[in-house]
């Protein structure tokens, strides 16, 4: 036994330190406290005074804050108390601990914080804790600060999807407020119901001063965002209509060369990179490559040229003028005969209105494509999440968005 005491490092209310045994050469400290008679002991469910004593004597063993770099056990003796308001027998409450851990709550609140800067599997070694543990309480504690949606200030969204897993096997909707840049909402699919159930928890007020939505060409968000907020002017993303578009200079790039001679095949063999990247980042002698495939294939240039001019429309700040470059696009690309340039061109016509909309709200989802980055980040920090709403609350914490100075 140790003359030391350590009872100063455990300010507990309704409780007293009563013994002590300190061990220098075993992992921790054991502290015994039993109920400090000069309170009436609490309900731990309604927080009311007892109606009497139900009985005493039990005793349980909890884990507290590392103590000198040691464990610190506390075995508390409590009683069962008769509840006149619930009309049962119950467990005092303790102010330090709640009845069903086995851990006190400032080392719960220790562990949530380290948990926004380490892994879970770091966190559980760091303090010796089962994962399953830590999970919990960080679960808990991410619930208590982002489980509710909250739906202020919104005005401007900016709507994408993410894959959960590799092969597209599973998707979560991502909403983002614009202007603040926190993630307002995460939920599973990309279907009319996911965001049905994203409106449901908005009064039709908050619906109203949505003013503007970004996305792709996405057929059932569209549809929603026209049910929910039919004042919302829908954009649509820049990013997203040439990420279509790569896919018609893909296929027409497949069938020329399948049509080409052995000595044009080389030139166009795995020049899928150059046809569809921004030619500023491409490397000297790929630019090169680039102008001699360009130069070899009539058209492939043509694509290429058309793929450049289609971004050449989002530069336009007045509607008319958009109209016209949209329309003269829509002109050229029918000089290029396939498939799939005929129905990307009525794609474009279906979804004109969101093209022109820009010019009244210049805005993307690029914002979310650099979200996303960090949420797939955070997946693989923490070796993924089998649960999709701890994630979803994970990645909520990790972008509040700007704080407001007003």
């Known amino acids: 036994m140790s003359s030391l005491s350590v009872a100063a490092y455990?300010?507990?209310?309704?409780?007293?330190?009563?013994?002590q045994a300190v061990h220098p050469d075993s992992r921790g400290a054991l502290l015994y406290l039993e109920p400090?008679?000069?309170?009436?002991?609490?309900?731990?469910?309604?927080?009311?005074?007892?109606?009497?004593?139900?009985?005493?004597?039990?005793?349980?063993?909890?884990?507290?804050?590392?103590?000198?770099?040691?464990?610190?056990?506390?075995?508390?003796?409590?009683?069962?108390?008769?509840?006149?308001?619930?009309?049962?027998?119950?467990?005092?409450?303790l102010e330090f601990a709640d009845a069903s851990q086995r851990i006190t709550l400032r080392l719960a609140r220790y562990a949530?914080?380290?948990?926004?800067?380490?892994?879970?599997?770091?966190?559980?070694?760091?303090?010796?804790?089962?994962?399953?543990?830590?999970?919990?309480?960080?679960?808990?504690?991410?619930q208590k600060e982002f489980g509710a949606t909250d739906y202020s200030d919104l005005r401007i969204l900016a709507i994408d999807?993410?894959?959960?897993?590799?092969?597209?096997?599973?998707?979560?909707?991502?909403v983002l407020d614009y202007e603040s840049g926190r993630v307002v909402w995460m939920g599973e699919g990309r279907n009319?119901?996911?965001?049905?159930?994203?409106?449901?928890?908005?009064?039709?007020?908050?619906?109203?001063?949505?003013?503007?939505?970004a996305l792709d060409m996405w057929e059932a968000f569209v549809n929603r965002i026209q049910h929910h907020c039919p004042h919302a002017q829908i954009v649509f993303d820049l990013f997203h209509l040439v990420k279509g578009f790569g896919e018609v200079i893909d296929e027409v790039r497949r069938e020329e060369y399948r049509k080409a001679h052995k000595q044009d095949?080389?030139?166009?063999?795995?020049?899928?990179?150059?046809?569809?990247?921004?030619?500023?980042?491409?490397?000297?002698?790929?630019?090169?490559?680039?102008?001699?495939?360009?130069?070899?294939?009539?058209?492939?240039?043509?694509?290429?040229?058309?793929?450049?001019?289609?971004?050449?429309?989002?530069?336009?700040?007045?509607?008319?003028?958009?109209?016209?470059?949209?329309?003269?696009?829509c002109a050229m690309a029918e000089g290029v005969d396939h498939p799939l340039m005929r129905r990307f061109i009525g794609r474009l016509r279906f979804f004109e209105y969101g093209i022109l909309n820009h010019c009244d709200h210049?805005?993307?989802?690029?914002?979310?494509?650099?979200?996303?980055?960090?949420?797939k980040l955070i997946k693989r920090k923490g070796y993924g999440y089998h649960d999709p709403?701890?994630?979803?609350?994970?990645?909520?914490?990790?972008?509040?968005?700007?704080?407001?100075?007003?």
């Open 10 to 19: 455990f300010p507990f209310t309704r409780v007293k330190v009563v013994a």
């Open 36 to 93: 400090d008679q000069r309170f009436r002991p609490l309900c731990h469910e309604c927080g009311r005074p007892s109606g009497g004593i139900h009985s005493s004597g039990h005793r349980r063993h909890i884990r507290d804050l590392p103590l000198a770099g040691r464990h610190a056990w506390l075995q508390i003796s409590y009683r069962k108390i008769w509840c006149e308001a619930c009309r049962k027998a119950r467990v005092e409450r």
């Open 112 to 142: 949530y914080e380290l948990c926004k800067l380490m892994t879970i599997a770091d966190v559980a070694r760091h303090l010796d804790l089962d994962r399953k543990t830590v999970t919990a309480i960080e679960y808990e504690g991410l």
């Open 161 to 174: 999807e993410i894959s959960l897993h590799k092969g597209q096997l599973g998707y979560m909707t991502v």
């Open 192 to 213: 009319k119901e996911t965001l049905d159930a994203f409106f449901a928890g908005m009064s039709q007020e908050q619906k109203d001063g949505i003013q503007a939505v």
């Open 265 to 329: 095949r080389a030139v166009i063999k795995g020049s899928r990179y150059l046809l569809l990247s921004n030619v500023d980042n491409l490397r000297p002698e790929q630019r090169l490559s680039l102008e001699k495939l360009l130069a070899t294939n009539q058209r492939l240039n043509a694509v290429y040229v058309l793929k450049d001019q289609l971004k050449v429309i989002y530069r336009y700040s007045r509607r008319k003028q958009a109209k016209t470059a949209l329309d003269d696009w």
């Open 362 to 375: 210049p805005i993307g989802t690029s914002p979310l494509e650099g979200v996303n980055n960090k949420i």
């Open 389 to 406: 709403e701890h994630f979803a609350l994970k990645v909520k914490q990790a972008f509040r968005g700007k704080e407001s100075t007003n």
